[in-house]
T-cell receptor, first 117, second 116 residues
Framework: DGGITQSPKYLFRKEGQNVTLSCEQN?????MYWYRQDPGQGLRLIYY???????QKGDIAEGYSVSREKKESFPLTVTSAQKNPTAFYLC????????????????FGAGSRLTVL | AQSVAQPEDQVNVAEGNPLTVKCTYS??????LFWYVQYPNRGLQFLLK??????LVKGSYGFEAEFNKSQTSFHLKKPSALVSDSALYFC??????????????FGAGTQVVVTP
């Protein structure tokens, strides 16, 4: 079955450590996204990528980094510079397009819950 | 700039009764509007979207939404709620201008509780 796989599902981090969240998709989607979810705040966009080797900052990119070396993969690194990293992180993907075809539906992974100890 | 407001943190409804989840939006151009649902500790699932055309959009699991341009609203509705509809619902908007590509703005979410 096609879909998005996020790992790990749960992750604990000590202060000062970098951690990397994995996101892999087999949907042949061009675009991939990372969102952060906090209670009562909805989803906020961290980074997104339309094509391999290119990505753009979202609304809350500070303290995070990404790479897009393969179409299928879009890992997110939460660095020690992120002051409040405890959250639920969601990866998503979609087809790429402009106009009405650009009103693309996001397919989400099951999420990764990061807790800072 | 684009924004979405979901004025209710929680909606309580008895099984079999109509369900409405409210959403209002603000965009500089024309909107693309979406509804997603999230079950506990899971990712979001797409329910329906408005692009253009008929203001009443039908989606998955018996849900529908009505686009109202004058009121800048896109309320989600279901004629008869089920206990299994209990979940967190998100409204989202994207401006149709080219530089907004990829920037879907989500509301804070509305928790729906359907009681037997």
């Amino acid at each position: 079955d096609g879909g998005i796989t996020q790992s790990p599902k749960y992750l604990f981090r000590k202060e000062g450590q970098n951690v990397t969240l994995s996101c892999e998709q087999n949907l042949n989607h061009d675009a991939m996204y990372w969102y952060r979810q906090d209670p009562g705040q909805g989803l906020r966009l961290i980074y997104y990528s339309q094509i391999v080797n290119d990505f753009q900052k979202g609304d809350i990119a500070e303290g995070y980094s990404v790479s897009r070396e393969k179409k299928e993969s879009f890992p997110l690194t939460v660095t020690s510079a992120q002051k409040n990293p405890t959250a639920f992180y969601l990866c998503a993907s979609s087809i790429k397009g402009q106009g009405q075809s650009g009103a693309n539906v996001l397919t989400f992974g099951a999420g990764s819950r990061l807790t800072v100890l | 700039a684009q924004s979405v407001a979901q004025p209710e943190d929680q909606v309580n409804v008895a099984e079999g009764n109509p369900l409405t989840v409210k959403c209002t939006y603000s965009v500089s151009g024309n909107p693309y509007l979406f509804w997603y649902v999230q079950y506990p500790n899971r990712g979001l699932q797409f329910l329906l979207k408005y692009i253009t055309g008929d203001n009443l959009v039908k989606g998955s699991y018996g849900f529908e939404a009505e686009f109202n341009k004058s009121q800048t609203s896109f309320h989600l509705k279901k004629p008869s709620a089920l206990v299994s509809d209990s979940a967190l619902y998100f409204c989202a908007v994207r401006d149709t201008t080219a530089d907004s590509w990829g920037k879907l703005q989500f509301g804070a979410g509305t928790q729906v509780v359907v009681t037997p």
